[in-house]
T-cell receptor, first 112, second 110 residues
Framework: DSGVTQTPKHLITATGQRVTLRCSPRSGDLSVYWYQQSLDQGLQFLIQ???????AKGNILERFSAQQFPDLHSELNLSSLELGDSALYFCASTGGPADTQYFGPGTRLTVL | EDKVVQSPLSLVVHEGDTVTLNCSYEVTNFRSLLWYKQEKKAPTFLFMLTSSGIEKKSGRLSSILDKKELFSILNITATQTGDSAVYLC??????????FGKGITLSVRP
C-alpha cells in the first residue's frame, strides 16, 4: 500500500458524459501527478500540481482538467468522453525534491 | 520531445535465469532514472538512480545508470515466477515530470 488513495476504483459511463476522479496523496506530500495508461500508449503523464498550483502539463486534452484543493487532494475532470478515453488513470504523489513517485491503485474508466 | 525507449519489449525465461532489461532516454534537464514493477495494479517503485556508475541493489535486483551514454539496465538474477511483471523505466526531467517507456513484459516459466 503506497499511501495514495484513488476513488472510484471502476467507472463505467457513456460517450459524451463527464466524470470526476479523485486522488488523496500520501500524508505530507505536496505534489500530485496524474497519468493515463492505455494498452497502446503506455503510461502518459497528464498534469502535475504542487501545493495547489499547476506545475507542469503533459499530454492532457483540452476536455480534461484538474485541480488540487487546499487539503491537497486532487480531482481530474474528464468531459465529453470518447471511447478512446477508456483507460486506467493513476495518481501519484511525491513529497519534495525527491523524484520517487508513489502511485495510487488507479481508476479504471470504461466509456461505452 | 522527451523520450524513453525500453528493450526488449518482452522476454520469456525459465526460473533461475538471469535477465537484463535495457532503458535508454533523451530527456531535457534530466534529474533521475526510475524503475518500477507493474503487476496487475499500480506501478511499485524499485530504484531511483541519479549518479553514473553506482550500482543500486535490492536482493536479486540491481540497476545502474550511465549518464554519458544515456541508458540504464535492470538486472534480475535467479529469476522466480513472482518476478513476472511489466518493468517500467522512467526518466525524470523538469519539475520531476516523468517520461515512461512502454515497459518490458517479463514472463518467468517454472
Amino acid at each position: 500500500d503506497s499511501g495514495v488513495t484513488q476513488t472510484p476504483k471502476h467507472l463505467i459511463t457513456a460517450t459524451g458524459q463527464r466524470v470526476t476522479l479523485r486522488c488523496s496523496p500520501r500524508s505530507g506530500d505536496l505534489s500530485v501527478y496524474w497519468y493515463q495508461q492505455s494498452l497502446d500508449q503506455g503510461l502518459q503523464f497528464l498534469i502535475q500540481y504542487y501545493n495547489g498550483e499547476e506545475r507542469a502539463k503533459g499530454n492532457i486534452l483540452e476536455r480534461f482538467s484538474a485541480q488540487q484543493f487546499p487539503d491537497l487532494h486532487s480531482e481530474l475532470n474528464l468531459s465529453s468522453l470518447e471511447l478512446g478515453d477508456s483507460a486506467l488513470y493513476f495518481c501519484a504523489s511525491t513529497g519534495g525534491p525527491a523524484d520517487t513517485q508513489y502511485f495510487g491503485p488507479g481508476t479504471r474508466l470504461t466509456v461505452l | 520531445e522527451d523520450k524513453v525507449v525500453q528493450s526488449p519489449l518482452s522476454l520469456v525465461v525459465h526460473e533461475g535465469d538471469t535477465v537484463t532489461l535495457n532503458c535508454s532516454y533523451e530527456v531535457t534537464n534530466f534529474r533521475s532514472l526510475l524503475w518500477y514493477k507493474q503487476e496487475k495494479k499500480a506501478p511499485t517503485f524499485l530504484f531511483m538512480l541519479t549518479s553514473s556508475g553506482i550500482e543500486k541493489k535490492s536482493g536479486r535486483l540491481s540497476s545502474i545508470l550511465d549518464k554519458k551514454e544515456l541508458f540504464s539496465i535492470l538486472n534480475i538474477t535467479a529469476t522466480q515466477t513472482g518476478d513476472s511483471a511489466v518493468y517500467l523505466c522512467a526518466a525524470s526531467g523538469a519539475n520531476s515530470k516523468l517520461t515512461f517507456g512502454k515497459g518490458i513484459t517479463l514472463s518467468v516459466r517454472p
